[in-house]
């Protein structure tokens, strides 16, 4: 008789351990911790704020090609679906940072995309190649989503001070909502990886660790200016 193995790890949850230092330093990098205990530099969020924008832009035609690709090679009207509500809330997100920066007096209109935002933009744009497998471009688009998630939420844990005025920054990735987003991209990631063959199983994790260290570069930028 055929037991199932309810023990077994899924590939994600396997990268996350092996994984486990790179990753924290992605979603609890001192620019966070700065926002987590009050001692953040407006300017610093400032900076942050005005290439976000520049990045959330760059990441709307990755998310439409990872639709795309849905559509193509998995043709799961789930996925379909989820990926398309994704758009939506970049389409708010969009929205919400011309606010936002209207209350931090940040201009969005002639912002220069710093290097570190270059990068990643351009590291979005390869990703969009319709050579790209649908399984690495949907972990991709789940681990950006979820260093924000997992980054702003623990500004609003128990114990954090962050200031009133960057609380809704904080909620607007941080919250429950979002979090069971990230899940849901999360499974329809792991039930493609589950069936990939080896070597692209391996260009998702590369694209993984990829997001990582272009995370922490981010913070970095936002925190310090410069690269
Ligand atoms: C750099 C970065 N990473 C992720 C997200 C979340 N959409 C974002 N807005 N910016």
Redesign the pocket.
Known sequence: METKDTNKVSVIESWLRKHRLVYVGATRHPFIHSIRDGTVNLNSFRRWLEQ?YI??RA?VPFVASTLVKAWKQSGDTNDIEVILGGLAS?ND?ISWFKKEASKWDVSLSNVVPQEANLN?CRFLERLTSPEVEYAVAITTFWA??T??QDSFAHCLEDGSETPEDLKRTCER?GNDEFKKYCDTLQSIAEGQLEKAPEDVVKKAEVAFLDVLEL?VE?WNMSSHGGT
Do not use: T
Request: hydrophobic share 55%; net charge negative.
């Open positions: 976000d990045f959330v990441f970049l997100e990643y950006i989503e260093v924000y990735w995370e981010f």
